[in-house]
């Protein structure tokens, strides 16, 4: 899977990267999702709270565990897997709906899921 950075300036391949993570900004207005490859971090996207960053983690984590190629698994049965490249999303795309709420964790997977369907559109 690649990941495309906010801005669009930057491509990653998550079979090199060492870790994604974020931080709060030195002034704590923004949180900045980055990646660590060969011990050099890399900014991925910044967002307003701290809950949207995780959000776009979960989003990111979603992703990746899509399957990725067609495999035979026995009995007739066949996983269906897709190339993918997730696209960081932009702050004000990132919705309430995506900030974890145990009450609603059925709404916040459909919500992943067709921000990811949608931004394959794209």
Same mark, same amino acid.
């Given at each position: 899977?690649?990941?495309?950075?906010?801005?669009?300036?930057?491509?990653?391949?998550?079979?090199?990267?060492?870790?994604?993570?974020?931080?709060?900004?030195?002034?704590?207005?923004?949180?900045?999702?980055?990646?660590?490859?060969n011990?050099?971090?890399?900014?991925?996207?910044?967002?307003?709270? %701290? !809950?949207?960053?995780? =959000?776009?983690?979960?989003? #990111?984590?979603?992703?990746?565990? /899509?399957p990725?190629?067609?495999n035979?698994?026995?009995?007739?049965?066949?996983?269906k897997?897709?190339?993918s490249?997730?696209?960081?999303?932009?702050?004000?795309?990132?919705?309430?709906i995506?900030?974890?709420?145990?009450?609603?964790? %059925? !709404?916040?997977?459909? =919500?992943?899921?067709?921000? #990811?369907?949608?931004?394959?559109? /794209?």
């Amino acid at each position: 899977m690649l990941i495309r950075s906010q801005n669009k300036q930057g491509i990653y391949n998550m079979d090199v990267i060492s870790a994604i993570d974020f931080a709060d900004s030195s002034n704590s207005l923004t949180h900045q999702i980055y990646v660590l490859i060969n011990g050099r971090e890399y900014l991925l996207g910044r967002y307003s709270t %701290k !809950e949207k960053a995780i =959000a776009v983690l979960d989003m #990111i984590e979603k992703k990746y565990l /899509e399957p990725s190629y067609i495999n035979d698994v026995g009995g007739g049965e066949y996983a269906k897997y897709e190339r993918s490249v997730f696209q960081m999303p932009e702050d004000k795309s990132v919705q309430e709906i995506f900030v974890v709420n145990p009450l609603k964790l %059925k !709404e916040y997977d459909d =919500a992943i899921k067709e921000y #990811i369907s949608l931004s394959e559109v /794209e």
